[in-house]
């Protein structure tokens, strides 16, 4: 199956910081999630990006699908920043389509 | 519009026992999927439904069972609980056309401890 790496695996910060999360994987995709889960566990949909790149407010997407990448750009960082960012890819192949994540990130944004 | 729930929030079993969890959607979309999270782990898919009536097997089947006998619930049921199956477990749903036709919607997560 397609594999989805995530670097770097933890990443430690101080508030107003800047940072790039990484998520490579080994094969053409149909999509590409990029998750935030918060202290409490609650998976929030941070983008929904293939290709091309997204904003939202300090954060921003950019994938390139061709060179098999993803990152997530994060500014001027936050305490509530903190948590796991998860990269997933979905591929659509005749026995269905499935979302493959990887391991995440684990973000600490220290005041 | 709720989006999707799951029932219950948290829950301890002991080994051998069985238990059901529920994924609500109120979206009419056609796909449902079971994904279990374990400690500093990404989401592993288990089952999915790709409509009413169907279920398919995932990345880690063994030891569940799902049903989908209506549009909008998603049922996954342990038989026998073992402690491999302490996990927290999310629902997720996407619609099959439209705009964002393969972005998937999360529920809560249900904790289940098995002792």
């Known amino acids: 199956g397609i594999q989805v790496e995530q670097s770097p695996p933890d990443l430690i910060l101080q508030e107003g910081a800047n940072s790039t999360l990484r998520c490579n994987f080994s094969?053409?995709?149909?999509?590409l999630q990029w998750f935030h889960q918060n202290p409490w566990g609650q998976l929030i949909n941070l983008f929904y990006?293939?290709?091309g790149t997204k904003q939202n407010g300090r954060l921003s997407a950019t994938t390139v699908a061709t060179e098999r990448y993803s990152l997530l750009y994060i500014s001027s960082s936050q305490t509530t920043d903190s948590g796991v960012y998860f990269c997933?890819?979905?591929?659509?192949?005749?026995?269905?389509?499935?979302?493959?994540f990887g391991e995440g990130t684990q973000l600490t944004v220290n005041p | 519009n709720a989006g999707v729930t799951q029932t219950p929030k948290f829950r301890v079993l002991k080994t051998g026992q069985s238990m059901t969890l529920l994924c609500a959607q109120d979206?009419?979309?056609?796909?449902m999927y079971w994904y279990r999270q374990d400690p500093g782990m990404g989401l592993r898919l288990i089952h999915y439904s790709v409509g009413e009536g169907t279920t398919a097997k995932g990345e880690v089947p063994d030891g569940y069972n799902v049903s989908r006998l209506k549009k909008q619930n998603f049922l996954l049921g342990l038989e026998s609980a073992a402690p491999s199956q302490t996990s927290v477990y999310f629902c997720?749903?996407?619609?099959?056309?439209?705009?964002?036709?393969?972005?998937?919607?999360f529920g809560p997560g249900t904790r289940l401890t098995v002792t």
């Open positions: 990006i293939p290709s």
């Open positions: 997933a890819v979905l591929r659509v192949e005749t026995s269905g389509s499935r979302l493959t």
């Open positions: 094969d053409s995709v149909n999509n």
């Open positions: 997720a749903s996407r619609p099959v056309t439209g705009q964002l036709p393969y972005e998937q919607y």
């Open positions: 979206m009419n979309h056609e796909y």
